[in-house]
């Protein structure tokens, strides 16, 4: 099957170029072992991976124009020839390599922890089944980065627009019902960016490898604005 | 350009006035549906009627507060040059606010 890669070493390379390969494919085998293949030819191909089943969130790839992780998008399944590309909107360091520095910051920002303003009990605080259902669909995100990289809201202000990933993190504290922050999570998000520049376009839930719907998410936090507004 | 509520505020004029232009596109559509004869004489003699003048008038404002929320969140996507964007903004307000005058001037005319 053919493959070509985005290949940019800022160091020697002048300009980023596109590198072919033909590379001997299974119907099991993952955009990522291709990769590997890959490397195993070019030393100086780079790109990230580590875990290799879609759980720890390292390979972030631009798949044929769509985010996705490489370790678990069977490549026999993509139209050739395969393009492979880093994620779009963040900073290239070299070949797939992006800088996520930036989006880790937008995910701070939203203070991915439960805010206690009680004193916290010496025994663990405890949630209802129903509540803790709440957080199905939000707990599950591994920070991939598939999200924010396709969204054009985030590509346009990835400083000022915490992002769909950042976003989602923020309900996922706002549902929950041990957390006491509600009001200084929602003044934080107040104003034309942080959370507003989604223009609910869609594109995160589209590439979620989780399968994980930031666009509802955000609704939600719209309707709980509301809801504190009136 | 960073009040509070500003966020939920704009998006909730969004949203309202979203219905509001549905709603009317709905009742016009009506009228010219319900009517066989559709010539100025009838066109004249329904928009001079009080109530379609306050619907009309309604129409458009939340039109334009609707084009202003919209252009406006054109304009922070993709001009970043904060002088620029004052300019573009500031035009943009004059320009609504020209066709806003400008509308209540056509509505009052009919009589
Ligand atoms: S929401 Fe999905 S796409 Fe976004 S960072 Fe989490 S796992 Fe990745």
């Known amino acids: 099957m053919r493959i070509s890669v985005y290949r940019y070493n800022p160091e020697t390379d002048a300009e980023p170029y596109m590198e072919t390969f033909d590379i001997e494919v299974s119907s099991e085998t993952m955009v990522r072992d291709a990769l590997l293949e890959i490397k195993e030819r070019d030393p100086t191909f780079t790109f990230r991976h580590s875990c290799g089943e879609g759980v720890c969130g390292s390979d972030a790839i631009n798949i044929n124009g769509s985010n996705g992780l490489g370790c678990v998008t069977k490549i026999a399944e993509l139209k050739e020839p395969v393009e492979i590309r880093p994620m779009p909107g963040m900073p290239i360091i070299r070949d797939l390599v992006v800088d996520m520095t930036q989006f880790f910051q937008q995910y701070r920002a939203v203070k991915p922890y439960i805010i206690r303003k009680d004193p916290v009990p010496e025994v663990e605080l405890k949630q209802t089944p129903e509540e803790r259902d709440k957080l199905d669909g939000l707990y599950e995100c591994i920070l991939c980065g598939c999200c924010s990289g396709s969204c054009p809201s985030y590509w346009w202000n990835p400083d000022k627009f915490r992002g769909p990933a950042a976003l989602l993190q923020s309900w996922r504290f706002l549902a929950d019902n041990r957390d006491q922050g509600t009001e200084e999570r929602l003044d934080e998000l107040d104003g034309p960016y942080k959370l507003f520049r989604c223009h609910t376009i869609m594109n995160c839930m589209d590439v979620c490898p989780k399968g994980l719907n930031p666009t509802k998410a955000i609704g939600h936090i719209k309707q709980l604005m509301l809801k504190n507004m009136v | ?111």
Not at chain 2, 26 to 38: D, K, Q, R, V, W
Not at chain 2, 42 to 49: A, D, E, H, L, P
Request: zero cysteines; hydrophobic letters at 60%; glycine letters at 8%.
């Open chain 2, 1 to 111: 350009m960073n009040g509070r509520g500003d966020g939920i505020r704009n998006w909730l004029i969004q949203r309202i006035s979203a219905i509001y232009i549905a709603l009317f596109t709905i009742y016009i559509g009506y009228f010219f549906l319900s009517t066989e004869l559709i010539n100025y004489q009838t066109w004249y003699g329904w928009v001079s009627q009080t109530i379609n003048k306050i619907l009309i008038s309604l129409f458009f404002f939340t039109l334009l507060m609707h084009a202003w929320v919209g252009i406006r969140d054109v304009v922070m996507d993709y001009v970043h040059n904060i002088t620029i964007r004052f300019i573009l903004l500031t035009a943009i307000i004059g320009l609504l606010a020209a066709m806003a005058i400008w509308l209540i001037l056509i509505v009052q005319g009919v009589r």
